[in-house]
């Protein structure tokens, strides 16, 4: 089982709509979570990172964390073409400062 | 807003050549990783400093790779002799607490032809 497990994708909506990226992590005491995008040719970006149970809201992104089911989401709202890119989870295991990714999920956003 | 500076950010090498990475972390970042993506894959950990000591090393190729942060600033990453299955985008990051999340480089692209 891979420590970090993402849905490969490619995950198509339209513009406007919401988009939602799951990702599922092994440890169950990972302690932080974070989401990067990742445009073509181009290096991962911070986006979100939450730390607790429950939803974290930043403009159009509202992270989810679930501990007890090991489950870590990203919500996008009003989906607009630029948000196409690859979705990286990433998850910081217990008592280490690395952090762990996933194999990112790819998000179209269709005119 | 600081950045973390990488060069070069291309670079094509021969089979069994030796290549080197630079990565120059954001000032006052104490911990350093340089990471290895290949295309359609997340980045994996090769290596993480703490100011100039090792902290994980253990995903890296140590027969072929090395890596140091003398100083405990900036840090180069080695490889030698190049394999095609090297071919990958290398990325550094610096952060300023663990857990706080990273912050990236441009990254290098290397090519083994």
């Known amino acids: 089982q891979k420590e970090v497990e993402q849905n490969s994708g490619p995950l198509s909506v339209p513009e406007g709509a919401i988009a939602s990226l799951n990702c599922t992590y092994s440890d169950r005491g990972s302690q932080s979570f974070f989401w990067y995008r990742q445009y073509s040719g181009k290096s991962p970006e911070l986006i979100m990172f939450i730390y607790s149970n429950g939803d974290k809201e930043d403009g159009r992104f509202t992270a989810q964390l679930n501990k007890a089911s090991q489950y870590v989401s990203l919500l996008i709202r009003d989906s607009q073409p630029s948000d196409s890119a690859t979705y990286l989870c990433?998850?910081?295991?217990?008592?280490?400062?690395?952090?762990?990714f996933g194999q990112g999920t790819t998000l179209q956003v269709k005119p | 807003e600081a950045e973390v500076a990488q060069s070069p950010r291309y670079k094509i090498t021969e089979k069994s050549q030796a290549v080197a990475f630079w990565c120059d972390p954001i000032s006052g970042h104490a911990t350093l990783y340089w990471y290895r993506q290949i295309l359609g894959q997340g980045p994996e950990l090769l290596v993480q400093?703490?100011?100039?000591?090792?902290?994980?090393d253990s995903q890296l190729p140590k027969d072929r790779f090395s890596a140091e942060r003398l100083k405990g600033v900036d840090s180069t990453l080695k490889i030698q002799p190049a394999e095609l299955g090297d071919s990958a985008m290398y990325l550094c990051?610096?952060?300023?607490?663990?857990?706080?999340?990273?912050?990236f480089g441009s990254g290098t692209r290397l090519t083994v032809v």
């Open positions: 990051a610096s952060s300023f607490r663990i857990n706080y999340g990273y912050t």
């Open positions: 400093f703490q100011d100039e000591s090792v902290v994980d």
């Open positions: 990433a998850v910081t295991p217990s008592n280490t400062g690395k952090l762990i």
